[in-house]
């Protein structure tokens, strides 16, 4: 069993920064792979990034040069650095686990229960 626990969300003014962590425990084999989605209102769940354990990473062109997601191993914790928000980034924001790195949901099995990130227009 594997579960995901994030935190770091919150209300944060337009240009400014927020960093999310996912803390991943059990089965270390069921998350090589990590990702971070997000849904905003009326949207489906799109991926943001995901990161691999050694390293490699992929990000939804949207938030690239904005968003860096990384992964300290020794603590099974993924981050996901977010900066120069934007009104259009308020979602709420989902890590999840998987065996390998893909862009499609259902290749992760596991899932957190989410935090909302509200950026106001």
């Known amino acids: 069993q594997v579960q995901l626990v994030e935190s770091g969300g919150g209300l944060v003014q337009a240009g400014g920064s927020l960093r999310l962590s996912c803390a991943a425990s059990?089965?270390?084999?069921?998350?090589?792979?990590i990702a971070w989605y997000r849904q905003g209102s009326g949207t489906l769940r799109g991926l943001i990034a995901a990161i691999r354990r050694d390293g490699v990473t992929m990000y939804e062109d949207s938030v690239k040069g904005r968003f860096t997601i990384s992964r300290d191993n020794a603590k099974n914790t993924v981050y996901l650095q977010m900066n120069r928000l934007k009104a259009e980034d308020t979602a709420v924001y989902y890590c999840?686990?998987?065996?390998?790195?893909?862009?499609?949901?259902?290749?992760?099995?596991?899932w957190g229960q989410g935090t909302q990130v509200t950026v106001p227009t």
């Open positions: 059990g089965s270390t084999a069921s998350f090589n792979a």
């Open positions: 999840a686990a998987g065996p390998n790195l893909s862009r499609d949901p259902l290749r992760y099995p596991y």
